[in-house]
């Protein structure tokens, strides 16, 4: 089975513009989390996807969102970049939300505000 | 705020000495969940514990879970330098949907 994808692997955008990273989730997994890492404050939980619903949402501004399609892939989207949204984006997939959730997670996109 | 705690931030060992990550929640987890990730890798899943008191291994690795579901911990003994990477621990809260990971503890082994 092919794992997490994500692209673009690396990218880099300056101050005010607007991205879009995505993610194909292993195949037969339907739910799909984003997650920002930084130096500084580690894993953060950005949503989750299930069956082209947000499920759950953690606390970031309104310029984070996303969304997935009937074929599971999700795309998050960031406008309005500051410099902090520097980060590497992780996306994870697992077979369905529930209490047992392996999370696969892809290699993430590098993502560089300057 | 930071919803579960990790402890050391950094460790550095000597290799064949052992090493311990320590997992703290101030609430009560419905399961926890270890994660590894090597420098400019991505995390991989090691282990889930659900159950309080629960005790796992993984050839050199232990996992335990605690009596009230508030804390966890993972012991390597005998480190390699293959065991260099960030561990993470991530808890799901009981009543939350969504994983909580801690800040991750790195990992250096000196040969």
């Known amino acids: 089975k092919a794992g997490v994808t994500q692209t673009p692997r690396y990218l880099i955008k300056t101050r005010g513009q607007q991205v879009t990273l995505s993610c194909s989730p292993i195949?037969?997994?339907?739910?799909v989390s984003w997650y920002q890492q930084t130096p500084g404050q580690g894993l953060q939980f950005l949503f989750e996807?299930?069956?082209?619903?947000?499920?759950n949402k953690g606390n970031f501004p309104g310029r984070f969102s996303g969304r997935q399609f009937s074929n599971s892939r999700s795309e998050m989207n960031v406008s309005t970049l500051e410099l902090g949204d520097s980060a590497l984006y992780l996306c994870?997939?697992?077979?369905?939300?529930?209490?047992?959730?392996?999370?696969?997670f892809g290699p993430g996109t590098r993502l560089t505000v300057l | 705020g930071q919803q579960v705690m990790q402890i050391p931030q950094y460790q550095h060992v000597q290799e064949g000495e052992d090493f311990t990550t320590y997992c703290n929640s101030s609430?009560?987890?419905?399961?926890i969940q270890w994660y590894k990730q090597r420098p400019g890798g991505h995390p991989v899943f090691l282990i889930q514990?659900?159950?309080?008191?629960e005790v796992k291994k993984q050839k050199r690795l232990t996992f335990q879970f605690g009596e009230a579901k508030k804390n966890s911990s993972l012991h390597i003994t005998a480190t390699q330098t293959t065991d260099v990477g960030t561990y993470f621990c991530?808890?799901?809260?009981?009543?939350?949907?969504?994983?909580?990971f801690g800040t991750g503890t790195r990992l250096t082994v000196i040969p």
């Open positions: 994870a997939s697992t077979v369905s939300p529930g209490h047992i959730d392996t999370q696969y």
């Open positions: 195949s037969g997994h339907r739910s």
């Open positions: 996807y299930f069956s082209e619903t947000q499920r």
């Open positions: 609430t009560t987890l419905s399961n």
């Open positions: 514990l659900v159950k309080s008191g």
């Open positions: 991530a808890g799901r809260i009981a009543g939350a949907n969504n994983l909580f």
